[in-house]
């Protein structure tokens, strides 16, 4: 699969932040959310649920399309692209009337290879980037297949989410991270960018700097953080949301190291070619120096009539050669051809010097 970034320019940022509430309540909410965010100037993206998946019925579930002029605004007015869930071709088609084209799938979508080939269809020739969340079981394949799906309908600015998976034991976290899965699927998949969400592994806002730094000591590529205006008082999950200060304090402290990829591998050859440079430069100075010390035994022979080869001396220097060599580990046959070369040239040397009046 050949990905492409999911917004042009901003991917190679890192970490790629998204962050917005999990879901649009109110028009007032959203805009505030989004308005500190971009204060902040750390957000790429702007996460909003407009529809939002309930374990059980009879909860919030979302303000549905009344909130998608909302969302509209709120990306208009801060320049911070918007991102929602869409979890059926209805929802994709009132977005799409917003001008909005970023969006996710959420874990309880990607499990279903119906519905995501139901989306896919519907996606097919659009301009839009999408994101992948986890499927809320551990099945690195089912979480690839909508990946794949995607992709074989056009769709190549595409992103994973990691957002731990379901587990039966009480944990502290609320999803488990299964970080292998993460990581094989970055392996498989070259270029697509893994972005971590924490909110939705830890459950609860004490944890959540842990995990995001783990992320990035785990080299993914980003975090989808709930932030919310007032978070305490959210609608659906209160007690992972955090504010949007408390977002930026948490990027603030997370330390990023560098990734080991094509820049650094670049940095480390320059750090070597430079060197070679130098050697060069000191191998010019001791081949000319050398030449000219057999300039003078050129000389000395002439004057005293001794012949050009002294076959003793020559015998001494390449033993003596072959011998060090060996020690420094360099391969025998390269210094027995380097010093017939240098051998032949201080010949031709003291032949032309035997030749001068
Ligand atoms: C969300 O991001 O708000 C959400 C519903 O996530 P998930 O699909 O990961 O549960
Ligand atoms: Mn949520």
Not at 232 to 238: C, F, N, P, Q, S
Not at 244 to 265: G, Y
């Amino acid at each position: 699969m050949h990905i492409q970034p999911l917004l042009a320019g901003a991917l190679r940022k890192r970490p790629l932040v998204i962050a917005g509430p999990c879901s649009a309540e109110r028009e007032e909410q959203v805009m505030a959310t989004a308005r500190a965010l971009a204060a902040g100037g750390r957000t790429d993206i702007f996460r909003v649920g407009v529809w939002k998946p309930r374990t059980r019925p009879g909860r919030f579930e979302g303000a549905g399309e009344v909130a998608l002029p909302w969302v509209a605004r709120a990306a208009k007015e801060t320049g911070i692209p918007a991102a929602i869930e869409i979890a059926n071709p209805k929802h994709l088609e009132l977005a799409l009337k917003h001008q909005i084209h970023l969006f996710w799938l959420g874990a309880r979508t990607v499990v279903n290879p119906f519905m995501v080939q139901e989306l896919a269809d519907a996606l097919k020739g659009l301009e839009v980037a999408v994101m992948v969340k986890n499927p809320v079981n551990p099945d690195i394949n089912l979480w690839m297949g909508a990946l794949e799906r995607l992709y074989k309908a056009g769709i190549t600015r595409l992103a994973a989410v990691h957002r731990g998976f379901s587990h039966f034991e009480s944990a502290p976290l609320r999803n488990k991270p299964f970080w292998e899965i993460p990581i094989a699927l970055k392996r498989r998949v070259r270029n697509l960018p893994v972005i971590t969400d924490p909110s939705h592994i830890c459950g609860q806002r004490a944890l959540l700097r842990e995990v995001a730094q783990k992320a990035m000591d785990l080299e993914m590529d980003g975090v989808m953080i709930e932030t919310h205006i007032n978070p305490d008082e959210a609608l659906t999950d209160a007690r992972q949301q955090v504010t949007p200060e408390a977002l930026h304090a948490l990027l603030d402290s997370l330390t990023i190291r560098k990734v080991a990829m094509a820049e650094s591998f670049e940095q480390q050859v320059q750090k070597w070619r430079g060197i070679i440079d130098e050697k060069d430069q000191e191998l010019l100075n001791v081949l000319s120096s050398r030449l000219a010390a057999v300039a003078e035994i050129g000389k000395l022979k002439k004057d005293h009539h001794v012949t050009i080869l002294q076959i003793d001396r020559w015998n001494q220097t390449v033993e003596r050669y072959l011998e060090e060599a060996v020690k420094f580990g360099i391969n025998p046959d390269f210094i027995k051809r380097m010093l017939w070369l240098l051998h032949e040239e201080s010949i031709r040397l003291q032949e032309d010097i035997f030749r001068e009046e």
